[in-house]
């Protein structure tokens, strides 16, 4: 239980992130409401504490509480490729959080915690990136360009009207709760059916964040706020692996060994990124706790025990 228990508004609160950290602020003390478009198909106990919104219109916003201690915003298009064929979603994000850092202001919310994406860090000769290796320059999307353009919403906030923020940075955060067309649960789904495997961009080496490991950072920049006041981190593994390394990790760990295919990366996306947690660290005494052999265990076993999911999953394309 948390020492002083805080009363939390998390958008995107049906989503992977926003379901598990829903859940763990529940067990530490916290009092949360969630918001998002759609209901909780996975933890339907928290629907009584969800509504049902749109953040891109203000007028929803009078079903919220406003006797809150700080708002966690998770919620977003978060898809890039889909952002490459429909950047109006861009637009959308950038309107979300404008929004809801005016709620923030016209109800005196003191705290605002925003999630970013490695996405900002963009393409460049670097593999493991810190905190200050951004550059607008690197914007290889419409969704990086939201996030980038969030991030700077967010510090306008800080400096001018006296709101305390920090922003996290994740990156490709997988587990259960998750029922997208994201390249784990594609390719654990493809794997279990023996479907081939279709990796774009072979020489693609990313940091894969197990959730829980995410979900812990979250709740550590909320438990020591006051440390983080103003900064950014990147919230992640630390660890790099390649997609192709992860194709076959995959294939161990399901009972079926499925052909693994290349083909090109595809326009908008990040081909080399590791995250440096040495500020996490330092600040927060966050140490991920799962590698991804580890990771992948708990979210094969999860996804195994729903066959209908799995099902529903190999008839998308990977994100």
């Known amino acids: 239980m948390r020492a002083h228990p805080k009363q939390v508004l998390i958008t ?11 859940k763990r602020l529940l067990t530490e003390g916290d009092e949360v409401y969630g918001v998002d478009t759609v209901a909780n198909q ?11 919104i749109d953040l891109c219109d203000p007028s929803d916003f009078d079903v919220l509480p406003t006797e809150l201690d700080m708002i966690v915003h998770l919620g977003a298009h978060a898809r890039v490729h889909q952002l490459v064929q429909e950047p109006k979603y861009a637009m959308e994000n950038l309107e979300m959080t404008f929004n809801l850092l005016e709620f923030a202001r016209e109800f005196e919310i003191p705290e605002f915690i925003f999630a970013s994406s490695r996405e900002v860090y963009g393409n460049n000769d670097k593999v493991v990136y810190s905190e200050s290796d951004t550059n607008t320059d690197r914007s290889e999307s419409p969704y990086t360009a939201s996030k980038i353009g969030g991030e700077a919403l967010v510090q306008s ?15 490709n955060v997988y587990g259960r709760y998750d029922r997208s067309d994201r390249v784990i649960p594609q390719f654990i789904a493809r ?14 080496v990313l940091d894969f964040t197990y959730l829980d490991d995410c979900v812990d950072g979250i709740s550590k920049v909320i438990k020591h706020f006051p440390k983080v006041t103003g900064k950014t981190l990147n919230i992640c593994s630390g660890q790099g692996a390649s ?40 600040l927060l005494d966050y140490q991920p ?9 708990e979210t094969i076993d999860w996804y195994l025990d729903r066959p209908s999911l799995i099902e529903e999953l190999t008839s998308q394309s990977v994100a």
């Open 191 to 204: 794997s279990y059916r023996g479907e081939p495997l279709t990796v774009y961009g072979s020489e693609k």
């Open 42 to 52: 996975w933890e339907a106990d928290l629907n009584k504490r969800t509504a049902i």
């Open 12 to 22: 995107g609160s049906s989503g992977t992130i926003g379901t598990a950290l829903m």
């Open 157 to 171: 906030y800080d400096n001018c009207y006296e709101m305390s923020t920090c922003t996290v940075r994740f990156s």
């Open 243 to 282: 997609l192709v390394e992860l194709a076959h990790e995959i294939n161990e760990q399901t009972p079926r060994n499925s052909e693994i295919n290349t083909e090109p990366s595809r326009p908008g996306e990040v081909k080399r990124y590791i995250g440096d947690i040495t500020t996490a660290q330092k």
């Open 289 to 297: 706790q799962y590698s991804l052999t580890e990771g992948l265990s």
